[in-house]
Structures are given as structure tokens and as C-alpha cells.
């Protein structure tokens, strides 16, 4: 593994399935929006950018090939960030549903998680008063009662379709449990080193953000994975920048963007996932560590190159 530490990848996840069109006007929804947030994103310094597609008239997440067809080649014309796409999707779906962009339009990175669980969105209703569609209603109060199914053969399933595609994995973890499924996977050959661990705080359901959560997975990462992992943190609403923070002072990389909090300070929604960006890039050069460019992510990471996708 590269041993550059003062290097660190940003990546920026610019819509993902957990907010909904009401909570703000700045979300983006169509197609169109979605590629001028990603581009907006590399530009303020994202190496990696983390893509969903939702439905253009509702907002509703959508997996569909058509869905991101209209954004993946104008992403890539305009910028050479790496483009990672969503195998999570939504918990509403069918991992089949889920992992058809990545088998068909074969990108560097896609996300993986890595275990069923519990996935609390039901809190956010008390505070919103209006929505504009039924559906953000359903899915939230939904959450309550369903679960993110992520079984053993649906991660088998999605590993064993994009093996041939030579597609790397942002694997995402919300509990220490995870990082020990990836491990058994990583045991059985099903995934290869290195590995980019995403762990996830402050989701209902998933580990905490207290200090010690963010350290306890940190040292059971290094314990399991040794040199063989790149870490990765983001932290969920209000928590993002400050465990963003804390991940890059012990030696992490970090993720930001709409997806995972709508903010940008207290009781300020943030214009575009970009704002963000340069928010946690002060933070990090403020600690004396370098922004990894997408090449330098490429490297580390050990990806094919963006001349390798389909699309």
C-alpha cells in the first residue's frame, strides 16, 4: 500500500436516498442537477464522487439504466474524478435493482454495504410539516418497520457480477460487525486488497459518533486489514464536519456531500454539495495534510482508470 499519509481523498456524495425532495430546495433531482453538483464537487476538490439517480418528476430514488444515463457522460467529459455508483440504492429495493448500474456501466468504484440492518429514517418526519409528494411520507414513516436487507448472497451476488468488471468497492460500514464481514469475505478470496473502508456514524440502526465509536472502529480496522485498507469516515446531519475532522487527525480520509447532511453550519442548508467540499478541505490543509487529486485516489486505491468503464 502507498504509505503518502499526509494525502487524503475527498469524496462527495451529491443526492444518495436518504433525504427527500422537501427537506431541501438545493437536493439535487434530475439528471441535469446531479451532473452540475458532481462537476461543482470535483472542482472544489473531490477525487471521488458518490452517485444515486432519482426520478426527475418525484424525486423517489431510481435504479434504473436510464435513470443515469443522462449524467454519467457528462460527469466524466467534464471532470476526471473518479465516479463511484451506488449499489445500495435504497433499502425499498431489490438488490438485483440495486446493482444493475454497476454491472452495466462497469465504473472504477461502486459501494457496497456490508450487513442487513435496521435503517431509522422515520425521526426526520417531526421535522418537516410539509411535503410535497405522499411517497416521502411512506418511505420515511416505512423505515420504521422495514429493514436494509444486505445478506451474505447480496453482497456474494454483487461481488460475483462485477468481478469481471474489475470494479473496486467503497465498503460501507455502520457497525464493528461489518468491518468483520468484510474480513470474512476478504478470508474466503471474494474480495481482494486493498480495501476502501467507509465506516458510517450517526445513522439509526449503525454505530454512534461519540469519539470512541469513531476510534473503536479505527483500531479494529487496523487489527483486521493492517496496511491493507484505505479508512474512510462520514458522519450523518450535523455530525459531518466534526467527524470528518476528527477521521483526518488519525490518519483518514473523509466523505461529505448532500447524501449524508443537508448543512452547512447550524440551521444553514448548504447550496450544493461543493460548499461542503471546501468546508472540510479548510479543515483538512488546516491540519497540514494535502487534498489526494483523482489520479492520486486512482494509486492509492489501486483502480482500472476511467478509460476502463462503460460509459
Not at 234 to 243: D, F, K, N, T
Not at 265 to 291: C, H, Y
Request: with cysteine; proline share 4%; net charge negative.
Amino acid at each position: 500500500m502507498p504509505t503518502n499519509k499526509k494525502k487524503v481523498i475527498i469524496t462527495c456524495a451529491v443526492t444518495g436516498s436518504i433525504h427527500t425532495p422537501s427537506m431541501s430546495p438545493h437536493l439535487p433531482i434530475t439528471g441535469s442537477e446531479i451532473a452540475t453538483a458532481a462537476i461543482e464537487a470535483a472542482e472544489a476538490g473531490a477525487a471521488i464522487v458518490h452517485l444515486h439517480a432519482r426520478n426527475n418528476e418525484t424525486g423517489e430514488p431510481d435504479q434504473s439504466i436510464e435513470a443515469y444515463e443522462p449524467f454519467l457522460g457528462v460527469i466524466k467529459q467534464a471532470t476526471d474524478a473518479v465516479l463511484n455508483l451506488t449499489t445500495g440504492g435504497a433499502m425499498t429495493m431489490t438488490v438485483e435493482e440495486r446493482a444493475k448500474p454497476a454491472i452495466k456501466f462497469k465504473p472504477e468504484v461502486a459501494s457496497l454495504n456490508m450487513g442487513t440492518m435496521n435503517f431509522g429514517l422515520f425521526p426526520m418526519l417531526d421535522r418537516y410539516k410539509d411535503f410535497k409528494h405522499q411517497w416521502e411520507i411512506d418511505y420515511l414513516e416505512g423505515s420504521r418497520s422495514r429493514f436494509f436487507k444486505n445478506t451474505f448472497t447480496d453482497m456474494e451476488y454483487i461481488l460475483t457480477e462485477c468481478a469481471s468488471n474489475e470494479t473496486r468497492f467503497e465498503v460501507e460500514c455502520y457497525d464493528i460487525g461489518h468491518l468483520y464481514t468484510l474480513a470474512h469475505l476478504a478470508d474466503r478470496g471474494v474480495i481482494k486488497a486493498p480495501f476502501f473502508v467507509q465506516s458510517v456514524f450517526g445513522i439509526l440502526g449503525g454505530i454512534g459518533t461519540h469519539p470512541e465509536d469513531v476510534s473503536h472502529m479505527k483500531r479494529t480496522a487496523d487489527r483486521l486489514f493492517g496496511d491493507d485498507y484505505r479508512w474512510s469516515v462520514l458522519g450523518a446531519g450535523s455530525h459531518q464536519l466534526r467527524i470528518a475532522a476528527m477521521a483526518a487527525s488519525m490518519g483518514g480520509n473523509v466523505r461529505v456531500g448532500l447524501e449524508d447532511s443537508l448543512w452547512a453550519g447550524p440551521g444553514k442548508l448548504a447550496e450544493s454539495s461543493a460548499v461542503q467540499v471546501r468546508m472540510v478541505r479548510q479543515i483538512l490543509e488546516g491540519q497540514g495534510l494535502e487534498i489526494a487529486t483523482p489520479d492520486e485516489a486512482r494509486e492509492m486505491l489501486k483502480l482500472k482508470g476511467g478509460d476502463r468503464v462503460n460509459f
